[in-house]
Structure formats: C-alpha cells, structure tokens
T-cell receptor, first 115, second 119 residues
Framework: DVKVTQSSRYLVKRTGEKVFLECVQD?????MFWYRQDPGLGLRLIYF???????EKGDIPEGYSVSREKKERFSLILESASTNQTSMYLC??????????????FGPGTRLTVT | AQTVTQSQPEMSVQEAETVTLSCTYD???????LFWYKQPPSRQMILVIR??????QNATENRFSVNFQKAAKSFSLKISDSQLGDAAMYFC????????????????FGQGTILTVHP
C-alpha cells in the first residue's frame, strides 16, 4: 500500500511565524505536490517537485516555498504566516509513467489555523 | 489553461438509490485523463475512477461509472445502489496526457460536490 504521511493533522500558528509542513511518501515516487483546499475552491496547486532539489511553482505559490532534499520528503514552508493562509493543506505523490495511467496518492491533510 | 467546473456544491441520495454528479471541463488538448476522487470526512482522498480521453468506452468500477462526453466536455459520475459509506466530498480532476513532458502529472481540480446519503 502506498503511504503518504503528513507531520501534523492540526496546527495552530501565530501571524508572522515561520511554519513547516512535512510530507513523506514510501513508494519511491518521483513527483510530489502541495495543494491547499478551501471551501468552494476545490484543491489548488501551490508547488510541485519532479525530482530531488527540483521544484516548480503551481497556481498559487505566493507566500510559500518548498524544499525537497530527499526523494521521499517534500516540505512546504510558510515564511511568515498570515491569516489568509488558514486552510487545509494536502500533500500528494505520484510515479512517472510513460502510459500516463497513474494516479496521485494523497496524505491525510494538515488543517492549519493562523491567528 | 484547463479549467474544471462542478456546478453542484451539494447532492443527496437515499440509500440504495442512484445519484449522478456533474463535471464539465475546458481544454484545447485532444488527449488527457479525467478522474473522480473521493474524500471521506476526516479521511484521505482516494481515487474512485479514471477515464482516458482517447477511449470512447465509459469507465466503470463496480457501482461507479462515468458518462464521458468528449465533444460536450462533460464527465459525470454515476453511483448506483448508494451506500452510507459513499458519503463524502467528490472531486473531478483533469490531467494532461503529455507523459514524460512538462505537465509532471499535475491535476486541475473542480470545486467539489458534497454527497450526503440518507438511510
């Protein structure tokens, strides 16, 4: 079974704090993704990584950065947390397949509240 | 850029009945994949069913089937014999088929539909 784990289910931080969200996958997947999920907006891609130390911006990267030092671990960093970053954060991973017939596997999510 | 629209924020169904969730998308690509993902309350999102755009046959997975209308850019999910465990948020998602290309398997999601199943 593919397993994607996230370091915290619930997190409460103060405005201006630096926040680290960690994601680990155990299936040697090349691709990893960070999304945020907000009511009425679905999931929006923040950043993704297709290899160690490689990263690409998604649709809403402002206010976030990422780090991928090892293949199995992908971290999302909020440099200076703001209240509009209160959200559910989902991590996902997927393999690379030439057929394209592959899915993304999701972690349980981290519900972050910034006060 | 591709967009995915789920126009039904909430749906409800009686246990054992059938329900259809709607999804439309916009793309200029001819080859792509479409997915339905299920997110149960407080649980991880899982894949329900996938459809390859170049396959005309609609995908089915047990009680779950899709109605894929490529020309209309429509991709609805039908759940037959609904069960209490089907209650969840359902997301429609699109992925470009440029395998090995620059899409890196990125998904574009719809807004989600909350499905309630009544006993």
């Amino acid at each position: 079974d593919v397993k994607v784990t996230q370091s915290s289910r619930y997190l409460v931080k103060r405005t201006g704090e630096k926040v680290f969200l960690e994601c680990v996958q155990d299936m040697d997947h090349e691709n990893m993704f960070w999304y945020r999920q907000d009511p009425g907006l679905g999931l929006r891609l923040i950043y993704f990584s297709y290899d160690v130390k490689m990263k690409e911006k998604g649709d809403i990267p402002e206010g976030y950065s990422v780090s991928r030092e090892k293949k199995e671990r992908f971290s999302l960093i909020l440099e200076s947390a703001s209240t509009n970053q209160t959200s559910m954060y989902l991590c996902a991973s997927s393999p690379v397949g030439t057929s394209g017939d592959y899915e993304q596997y999701f972690g349980p999510g981290t519900r972050l509240t910034v006060t | 850029a591709q967009t995915v629209t789920q126009s039904q924020p909430e749906m409800s169904v009686q246990e054992a009945e059938t329900v259809t969730l709607s999804c439309t998308y916009d793309t200029s690509e001819s080859d792509y994949y479409l997915f339905w993902y299920k997110q149960p309350p407080s649980r991880q999102m899982i894949l329900v069913i996938r459809q390859e755009a170049y396959k005309q046959q609609n995908a089915t997975e047990n009680r779950f089937s899709v109605n894929f209308q490529k020309a209309a850019k429509s991709f609805s999910l039908k759940i037959s014999d609904s069960q209490l465990g089907d209650a969840a948020m359902y997301f429609c998602a699109y992925r470009s088929a440029d395998a090995g290309g620059t899409s890196y398997g990125k998904l574009t999601f719809g807004q989600g539909t909350i499905l309630t199943v009544h006993p």
